[in-house]
């Protein structure tokens, strides 16, 4: 499915429904380049979730995770794994098999480590229409 947003609020939305709509041990490829608005989108799916906590991109942490909402969610940000090795040390298996909601930001950086049943989100931008615009796909 291809999605068109016009605006921040748009992509947070979109987000918000995919949240709400998310089962147990789904797992969220998520990718775009810097600025596309990932952490915007996925802060939309915790509140599709019911999570109230602040949700930010855990850069320097790779894994955040919150358990209030109606599932728990597991929100990843890979940028910085140097080595597939370093998710094995945080024990990603858990995560990524488990009965919450993964989201990681930079999967395309782990790809062998994704299971089979991931689905891939693509945040893309296009400044002829527009500086708020996202193309997002989500297959």
């Known amino acids: 499915m291809i999605y068109e947003t016009f605006s ?10 995919l949240g709400q709509n998310a ?3 789904s797992v969220y490829a998520l990718i775009g380049d810097l600025g596309v608005g990932k952490t915007v989108f996925t802060q939309g799916v915790a509140a599709g979730l019911e999570i109230k906590e602040h949700i930010n991109s855990p850069t320097f ?3 955040q995770v919150y358990e209030e909402g109606k599932l728990p969610f597991y929100h990843f940000d890979v940028y910085r794994i140097g080595d ?3 998710m094995e040390e945080i024990g990603y298996e858990d995560y990524f098999y488990g009965e919450g909601v993964c989201f990681v930001e930079w999967a395309n950086l782990i790809e062998e480590l994704m299971p089979e ?3 891939t989100v693509t945040i893309e931008k296009n400044p002829e229409k527009g500086f708020d615009y996202r193309k997002i796909t989500i297959e």
């Not at 921040?8 to 429904?17: D, F, P, R, V």
């Open 84 to 86: 597939p090795e370093e």
């Open 61 to 63: 942490t790779i894994v």
């Open 117 to 119: 049943h991931t689905v």
């Open 23 to 25: 089962k147990p041990g």
């Open 8 to 17: 921040a609020e748009e992509t947070y939305e979109l987000g918000k429904e």
